[in-house]
């Protein structure tokens, strides 16, 4: 779908768009595609004090086509226009789809980067080694909605000899005077891990040097993100491939991050042990970046390739998916922690507080905070959803209402505090101040919910209200 394409569809799409606008399941405090298909956030960065939030983006489909990416600003979190399609596949570098990508903002030019797809079907590949094409394409930017021409950087020939075709997802930073870009990658030998390559001039970039884990952790990295939270770097990526453990990597592919410290110079690394991110059941493609008030920021895909459970209830009405609500990291030794933006308690009305070891209440959207002084007397039940903590495991169970999705857990020392956000058919846990996070999303049968906490300690309640969304 080129950009003449895509303006005709939207000027024809009134009705599809008012089927999905009535849709209960909706969310209120999320950023979700006007119609069709969302999946990885991209090219997240500040223009001229403004937050921009790029996504993957198909309009004409809720399910899986053509992408392109989707367009969202906001200088508050709060209140946020939404923009036409930003970026189209319209060479035949990105024929097959414009993937995902970054921006990189300096001397008041916006440079993307992204992964041009292209696929052959004259005959019959493995796409593994052969059939495909991942192209790495930048163009420049004054404002963020303009831009002249696409650059072609690299392809699949400039790549080690040792990749296979599976290299995408750029993510460019600097560090003093030296640009660089790392790319999630296969290689041939069936093993995930990123490529970092260095430019002196965001023009020409040269391969510089591999990362990889002397442990198994998938045959693929995707969305690699290399990250300085305060003193320590991260690379946080998604691997596909890794075997559940236990309770441990229970969702189809992974998302998480390794501490990784490591020489730029020296191009020396070491890796620590790799931590999930997020214990949920929808959540994959984390970006961060540095936002209009200098927090790093991460905002993550509300969704998950090749899941055996599904959306049904938003397909039929013409969409799928959401993005995560920005979280801001920090971090605790070599962990990080995720706790939600503030700016989200200007959403807040009609405070509760109870101290009372069993409360009852029938709500929408909210936010509620736990403080727990004996874990071992907590129970929430929400309709057919349990929260849980039982012999030092956390668990999240759903029945009907998870729609395929029933149990994901996590061992904890202790259980101290909880922060949920429940929006229509999203729910998002923060537990011990962020050290832990499940996003999910969920479908309950009245549009009130039904929730019964059982706890010793504080329970503070509140409604929260819409974001506010303008189409530009």
Known sequence: MNREEYFEFIKNSNNLRLEVNSDPYRLHFHLMPPMGWLNDPNGLCVIKGVNHIYFQYTPFSATWGMKLWGHYSTENWIDYKEHDAFLFPDIKEDKDGVYSGSAFVENDEVHYFYTGNVKYTDKKYDYILNGREQNVIELISKDGFNYKNKIVLLKNSDYPKNMSTHVRDPKVFKIENDY?????????DNKG????????????????????????????????????VEDVWFLICCPQGIEQDGINFANIYQIGYFPININFKEKTYNLGEFIELDRGFDIYAPQTFIDNKGRTVLIAWMGIPDANYTNNKTIKNGWQHALSIPRILSKKGNKILQQPLPELESLRSNKKVSTDNHIKFLV??????????????????????????????????????????????????????????VDTSSIEIFINDGEEVFTSRFYPKNKNINVEVFNKGTCTYYDLNNFKIVKE
């Not at 660089?180 to 041939?188: N, P, Q």
């Not at 990123?194 to 001039?201: G, M, P, R, V």
């Not at 039982?390 to 101290?416: P, Q």
């Open 193 to 228: 891990c990123a490529i970092l390559y260095k430019s002196t001039d965001l023009k020409r970039w040269i391969y510089y040097m591999e990362i990889k884990s002397d442990k198994y952790y998938g045959y693929m990295w995707e969305c690699c993100d290399l990250v300085k």
């Open 364 to 421: 929408s959207t909210f936010e509620l905070i736990i403080d727990i002084e004996d874990s071992n007397k907590f129970l929430l039940i929400m309709e057919d959803i349990k929260l849980s903590f039982k012999n030092n495991i956390f668990s999240l169970e759903m029945n009907e209402s998870g729609e395929g999705r029933d149990k994901r857990a996590v061992y904890l020392e202790e259980l101290k505090n909880i922060q949920m956000f």
């Open 180 to 188: 660089f870009m790392i790319l999630g990658a296969r290689s041939k």
